[in-house]
């Protein structure tokens, strides 16, 4: 247990500074409960007008998308940001010196920062379903569904532990997260199913790590993935987690013989 | 006061000839967020053709047309968004000392705004009013410029008005974000889309309806279907605009004399 107290310690600091922001934490609430009532009118007028697209009614659509708006509370935490805030002053070297796992440090601070905007979720939830109706699938179902989210939000940490990695070697990294960010928006399911690419680029999103974050969680809950392909699809989830968390351990270590002193 | 304007632009338009890669990066940056925007829209209606009546190439029309003018705004006016900060800094004060109108003084602190995104904006309003089969005459070009300045106009009054609240309240933040949030989502799709008391928000209280919606009707030849309208309302924006942002000017002046500083 010892082995875990600080890191449970960076958690809990982490979420003691990210609670400060209550104002912050109200606004949240009511932007998403804005935008869920912006989707609920566009794909209200979308299928009054259009033939609706097979396997995939009304209602699992809003359902869909109010869910994802729900989910978008916690995965638009970007836990890492701290590396590039800690690399620009200096921090990070301190850092290096004491006896911890830098990284599980910082992913220990992602889950405290993390935890302040979950406590938006029931709030936004609540209000939502005053605009929107939203199906509840089976226990088992959702059961799945948490196990793919919390597998989604691994991916997700190391997809922004290598954006802010960069920085090792750039310092800046903000243009090309942002890019990254919108990029990911679009092809991660987030604003739309992946189903609705055309074409092969509708098959190729599928097998991008994006999908692993928002669209395979989703498509568990709606029930466009059953059960019986459940295993495959989170055995995809979790090579995504290993590859990208792999990826972000090599670039740790390259990384962290790279520290170089910039200025007072 | 004009001398001093065209001299400031100057100084701007040399930095970014200066600072080359800086403009090209941001112009890069400008050209993702608006792309995947638009790619989300086209995406979503390759699937559904119609949305509310509105076709691909008119909502693309719909969103250059919002773009364009609120890009505009960015370019002359976005020094109006760090007045907040200003005042609660204390760096507001030095603007009495100098004799040049306040918000003149506001709107030429030297921030490197490069007018990228207008220049983009300008391109695909080009483009989009080619691809929605409008017929080009002077004219035309003179209205859709006219929209285009008004647009911008709606775009500065409600900012400075927002502005201007922080004469009395310390911050603004969370409720210009609500602000910006509504424009920039709720601009996208037409505002028959919306129930009614969205719709009158958007066209009487906050008038953002009259930066893409009402002209973009009526440059089209379509039915306003929000409220029955006449299409001939789409040419007020300029008019609009001007009482709008005449209107905050006011507030602002009338928030200016009532400013006693934060003691910061």
Known sequence: MTVFAPYIEYARKAFAREATYRIELLAEVGSVVLRVYLLRSLWTALYAHNIAPTGLPLHAMITYATVAMLMSLVLEVDGTRVIREKLREGGIALDLMKPIVVPFAYFSDGVGQTMVHALAILPSLLFSLLLVHIDVPSATTLAAFVLSFALGYGVNFFVNFLMNGVAFWTLETFGLQLIVRWISDLLSGQILPLAFFPGWFGRAVFALPFAAIYSTPLLIYIGIIPPQQWATALVVQAAWLVATAGASFLLWRAAARHVVVQGG | ?264
């Open chain 2, 1 to 264: 006061m004009l001398a001093a304007y065209l001299q400031y632009w100057k100084i701007n338009l040399l930095t970014m000839a200066e600072y080359r890669a800086d403009f090209f990066m941001w112009l890069g940056f400008t050209i993702v967020y608006h792309g995947t925007a638009l790619a989300a829209l086209a995406v979503t209606m390759m699937r559904f053709p119609s949305m509310n009546g509105w076709n691909l190439r008119e909502m693309f029309f719909l969103y250059a047309l919002w773009m364009t003018a609120h890009e505009l705004h960015n370019a002359l006016f976005y020094n109006v968004v760090y007045v907040p900060e200003y005042i609660r800094e204390g760096r507001f004060d030095r603007f009495f000392v100098r004799p040049f109108d306040t918000l003149f003084q506001v709107l030429t602190v030297p921030s490197r705004t490069f007018p990228d995104g207008f220049i983009l904006g300008c391109v695909t309003l080009a483009i989009a009013t080619g691809v929605a089969g409008i017929h080009i005459s002077a004219l035309t070009i003179l209205v859709i410029a006219a929209v285009v300045c008004g647009g911008a106009g709606i775009d500065l009054g409600i900012s400075l008005f927002v502005a201007s609240l922080s004469f009395w309240l310390i911050r603004v933040d969370t409720l210009r974000w609500a602000v910006m949030s509504l424009e920039q989502d709720f601009t996208r799709y037409p505002i028959s889309i919306y129930t009614r008391a969205v719709r009158i928000v958007l066209a009487y209280v906050l008038p953002f309806a009259f930066m893409n919606y009402f002209p973009a009707s009526y440059l089209l030849g379509k039915h306003d279907t929000a409220f029955g309208l006449s299409p001939e309302v789409g040419l007020l924006t300029p008019l609009i605009g001007l009482l709008w942002s005449g209107i905050s000017y006011v507030f602002w002046r009338f928030g200016l004399n009532r400013y006693q500083g934060t003691g910061s």
